[in-house]
């Protein structure tokens, strides 16, 4: 079993990154996936959801409008985009699978000038 998460980097205030999570050795399509992030010194927090068949998305409020989550079943990967980030974005970010409770290692986001 494997989520593997690449996409992350450094990038200016106001630019944007996209996040994808490739998934092997697991049922992918079977399952809700979710974003997390955890800040230096933070507690890991939920950024966003999916349920299996993109027919649903859950966002954090402070993500609202800025970040969108999708997904691939034929790919079996997930993705982040995300917009007009903020130097307190930065964190690393990590995809999880609800159904089997699978997480990826995680890719770090910096949001600097």
């Known amino acids: 079993v494997q989520l593997v998460e690449s996409g992350g980097g450094l990038v200016q205030p106001g630019g944007s990154l996209r996040l994808s999570c490739a998934g092997s050795?697991?049922?992918?399509?079977?399952?809700?996936m979710s974003w997390y992030r955890q800040a230096p010194g933070k507690e890991r927090e939920l950024v966003a959801t999916i349920t299996s068949t993109s027919s649903g998305t859950v966002y954090a409020d402070s993500m609202k409008g800025r970040f969108t989550i999708s997904r691939d079943n034929a790919k079996n990967t997930l993705y982040l985009q995300m917009n007009s980030l903020k130097p307190e974005d930065t964190a690393v970010y990590y995809c999880?699978?609800?159904?089997?409770?699978?997480w990826g290692q995680g890719t770090q986001v910096t949001v600097s000038s």
């Open positions: 050795g697991f049922t992918f399509s079977r399952s809700g």
């Open positions: 999880y699978a609800l159904r089997y409770g699978y």
